[in-house]
């Protein structure tokens, strides 16, 4: 295996033992060729986020949980890469299969379709070649036929992908050649013979458009020369106006029992300051309440339409009832609602914020969000904030109960049942992420949930006041959900995507612990020192190393090694199937 980059925490040694596990399958001929075939750290980075090596055959044993495992392959990629070599003399023939001809012509690979494996590392590429007439999520398999001419022994390996294809805009079908279709006598296809042989005049069309692409990016560079410069004078101000009041992270503790962390060097210089924390201003209090009632009188009701039933949650100044909204039109249809709303001492600024912080969601429609449906703002009164009914109400406080009740009843909810969740919360995520929209407070806490276990994802509007042992404060007169936040959101303050993954992975641990918190023997201004160390919360008992390994990834310091939550619906979703089988 292939060491991974600082910072991974466990994920090395359980990837160790996930190949393992992998390896334990049929042998293709032991002590025989020592035929090796799988894909490398390089070929895992780029097709699903993955720092480690996958083995299909491992010293002549075949991997037969590796090779039913359907690896998507993202729009923007067309091609595979293999790996593979042998000791001694072993045969091949390769082969491709594809559903959906009219979506992705048949692949074609830089190597003949049979011959003898490489006695050394080596790498075949197969090109996937999208006709570009549909949309379509294509099956597609590529049949290596491995055989020993001692014994004839013939072992054959069929990797199957999932290719996304999608159809090219209908000016761009009239223009382009495709490739594939062979039209020359020498064996050239349409599309060499156009590119060996250019007219005159798509030469100067590529002439022309070279110059133009010259001149934009060297204006683009000069711009960027200028930006750069007035953003260096910014943040020269900037850090001598907060050089005063910044704080610092402590030194990292010696507790190290409950954390477990990446293999360092016995020679390693121990890390002893941090980078100081550096807060933007919060947004949300630069709006005013008469804002705050603007953005939202467009889905404004009369309290009378609502009816109080029981408080399901109260906090300092904030309460979530659980009530009775009356059909505007037929008085007599009724239906169950959560209602937000704060105390009579509350302060404008609070008040103002369970307004902003419940439009976050708003407007977007996914089966797996709970956006908001009406407010009451009325004048004299305290506004209010309505949402559909959940019937088992927050997923924090139900998975807290099904712990407590797990003694008398073990079956309450199984493990199968919290992988599904799992991937509702990151079918709503990756939902959000392609509409560019970044939640910063993913967690158990921000769910809902009812009695069929369909999860929808929240806004976190009061969740400071109802759960207060889950937000700190580190000296910035922020309240922020420390435990879950990705180390570049805790020192820089930025948030993305990538950061929502990091939130996604802690709120796995949460299902897969009912509801534990994360990290709670750690001082909130220690968790950046510690994330930086390589630090990560430990695997919980009984969750298998699959589902860990998927939480490690989404805990890697560089963001771009997370996976994506696509991807994450992917893994989690064959996972499940996976625990199906056995159940």
Not at 12 to 37: D, E, F, M, Q, T
Not at 464 to 476: E, I
Request: with cysteine.
């Amino acid at each position: 295996m292939a060491t991974t980059a600082p910072g991974w925490g466990v994920w090395p040694i359980l990837w160790r033992a996930l190949v393992l596990l992998w390896s334990c399958g049929g042998g293709l001929c032991r002590g025989g060729p020592g035929v090796n075939v799988y894909l490398s750290v390089e070929e895992m980075r780029r097709l699903i986020g993955l720092d480690a090596e996958l083995y299909y055959v491992r010293n002549d044993v075949v991997s037969h949980y590796a090779l039913p495992f359907k690896l998507l392959v993202p729009g923007e990629t067309n091609s595979l890469h293999f790996t593979w070599h042998a000791k001694s003399k072993v045969e091949y023939k390769l082969g491709f299969q594809v559903d959906n001809p009219a979506a992705m012509d048949m692949p074609q690979a830089n190597i003949s379709a049979q011959g003898e494996v490489p006695r050394t590392v080596s790498v075949f590429r197969v090109d996937l070649l999208c006709t570009g007439k549909l949309d379509s999520e294509v099956t597609m398999e590529v049949q290596l036929n491995l055989t020993i001419n001692s014994s004839k022994n013939i072992t054959v390996l069929n990797f199957k992908r999932r290719k996304i294809c999608y159809r090219k805009p209908e000016q761009e079908e009239k223009s382009l050649i495709y490739p594939g279709k062979n039209n020359s006598k020498d064996g050239r296809t349409a599309f060499d013979a156009v590119h060996t042989a250019p007219t005159t005049s798509t030469r100067v069309f590529y002439i022309s458009v070279g110059v133009c692409c010259a001149v934009i990016f060297l204006v683009a560079i000069i711009l960027a020369v200028l930006h750069l410069h007035s953003m260096k004078r910014v943040e020269l101000d900037d850090s001598m106006s907060e050089s005063g009041s910044s704080q610092g992270l402590s030194q990292p503790s010696t507790q190290t029992t409950q954390y477990l962390r990446a293999d360092t060097p016995n020679n390693a210089t121990p890390v002893t300051s941090y980078p100081t924390l550096r807060i933007e201003k919060n947004d949300l209090k630069s709006v005013t309440l008469a804002e705050a009632k603007a953005r939202v009188k467009d889905i404004a009701i009369s309290r009378e339409r609502v009816t109080f039933k029981d408080v399901l949650q109260e906090g300092t100044f904030g309460r979530i009832f659980h009530g009775i909204l009356v059909d505007e039109k037929d008085p007599s249809k009724e239906k169950y609602v959560f209602a937000k709303t704060v105390k009579d001492h509350a302060s404008e600024v609070q008040v103002t914020m369970m307004l902003t912080e419940s439009c976050k969601l708003r407007g977007l429609h996914h089966r797996n969000l709970l956006p908001i449906n009406h407010v009451c703002v009325e004048d004299g009164e305290r506004p209010m904030v309505l949402l559909p009914y959940m019937n088992w109400g927050n997923l924090k406080l139900f998975l807290r109960q099904c712990k407590l009740a797990e003694a008398n009843n073990p079956q309450a909810i199984s493990q199968q049942d919290l992988v599904h969740m799992a991937i509702q919360i990151a079918c709503g995520m990756s939902y959000l992420a392609r509409r560019e929209v970044i939640h910063k407070d993913l967690a158990t806490r921000n769910c809902v949930i009812d009695d069929s276990l369909q999860v929808k994802i929240t806004d976190n509007a009061l969740s400071r006041d109802l759960f207060p042992m889950d937000y700190h404060c580190l000296g910035d007169n922020e309240n922020r959900p420390v435990r879950w936040m990705a180390l570049e959101s805790l020192v820089n303050n930025e948030f993305s995507s990538a950061s929502d993954v990091w939130a996604f992975g802690v709120t796995l641990w949460e299902l897969m612990t009912l509801g534990q918190t994360p990290y709670v023997d750690i001082d909130p201004f220690e968790m950046a020192a510690y994330l930086k160390d390589g630090y990560r919360i430990a695997q919980p008992i009984n969750c298998p190393d699959e589902l860990f390994a998927v939480m490690a990834c989404c805990w890697a310091l560089d963001r771009d090694e997370r996976p994506k939550f696509q991807q994450l619906v992917q893994c989690l979703t064959e996972f499940h199937a996976a625990l199906g089988a056995y159940v």
